[in-house]
């Protein structure tokens, strides 16, 4: 289907915008494009931010709890942003935590780890991702959870992240599960399908991750663009043993790609996994809070709920 009528509606406030355009530069009339699209109610879930310690020093993070009887299942949440971007308050992190808590009636912690920039690099977010990951299932009676239940997940770079961070555990503190929403898990990135190609070279070339913008994240996070790491990134590494993985990939993404190739990956090593396709959507479409305009955004979140 073609992108979703409301969100191409607005494409004319962004197509005279560059890929890679500082956010300082971006017009304040461009700002509209990221405007609600509805009215969004919060559910009922009791939220509490905490501070915990990392080993570069601590690291914020927010514990979201469904209200009434909870199912003892737990989430670990990194939101995206390329590396560079994203805090506890973006949608993708406080509303998709509020969200998930509420349809698996559990717990949902959103680690806010560090940035990458010239001080930051690799390992240090996934080092972040990894001491929260800990954090949750030392705290699991505090937090009344079972950690044989407790999952880990993320969005876009968050989702790289926590899929390495997953790379990590060892038995006895492995994922029950991974969830991983439209996902950049693999450098040099995988082409699209001709046919994906030709309708991503519709959309205006700001929401485009060429390959210039994929190596520029990829040097930022890494500092190079050599010698990957491959025992932490997870499309370049050893799958075998890997958690059950559900994942979510956008319509319309040039990412989408890397989703379906670490589907087709996890397959191969005889791990279980279920892939989706968002219709319609943009990469980051779980940025945008879930309204009745634009269904695929709830179904998204059912679908990595729906462990």
């Known amino acids: 289907m073609p992108v979703h009528p409301l969100i191409a509606a607005r494409f004319p406030l962004i197509a005279d915008i560059a890929p890679g355009t500082p956010a300082e530069s971006i017009p304040e009339s461009a700002l509209a494009f990221g405007a609600p699209y509805g ?3 919060p559910p009922a879930v009791a939220v509490e931010d905490a501070t915990i310690e990392g080993p570069h020093g601590p690291i914020r993070v927010r514990v979201y709890r469904a209200e009434g009887e909870r199912s003892g299942r737990s989430l670990l949440w990194a939101h995206g942003g390329g590396f560079t971007a994203g805090d506890l308050d973006m949608p993708e992190a406080h509303v998709v935590s509020l969200e ?3 349809r698996f009636r559990g717990v ?3 680690v ?9 690099r690799h390992p240090i977010p996934v080092d972040d991702v990894a001491a ?3 954090w949750l299932l030392e705290h699991a009676d505090d937090l009344g959870i079972d950690p044989a239940q407790a999952a880990i ?3 876009s770079a968050g989702a790289f992240l926590a899929a390495a961070a997953t790379l990590r555990q060892e038995e006895g503190s492995r994922a029950a599960s991974v969830l991983l929403a439209y996902p950049a898990l693999h ?3 995988p082409a699209v399908e001709d046919a994906v190609a030709a309708e991503l070279r519709t959309l205006p070339p700001v929401l485009r991750f060429f390959p210039q913008v994929v190596l520029a994240i990829f040097q930022t996070y890494l500092g190079r663009v050599t010698d990957i790491p491959a025992h932490e990134t997870p499309g370049l590494a050893d799958l075998t043993g890997y958690p059950p993985t559900r994942i979510v990939v956008s319509e319309f993404d040039d990412l989408r790609s890397s989703g379906e190739l670490f589907a087709q990956q996890l397959a191969s090593r005889g791990v279980a996994v279920e892939t989706t396709v968002a219709e319609g959507m943009l990469h980051g479409h779980l940025n945008i809070p879930p309204v009745d305009a634009l269904p695929e955004i709830a179904r998204s979140l059912d679908f990595l709920a729906a462990v």
């Not at 806010?112 to 930051?120: C, D, H, M, S």
């Open 39 to 41: 009215d969004y109610t």
């Open 100 to 102: 998930l808590a509420r």
């Open 108 to 110: 949902v912690v959103s």
């Open 112 to 120: 806010e780890y560090r940035l990458a920039g010239q001080e930051v």
């Open 132 to 134: 929260a990951w800990a």
């Open 153 to 155: 997940g993320g969005a």
């Open 187 to 189: 450098f040099p990135h």
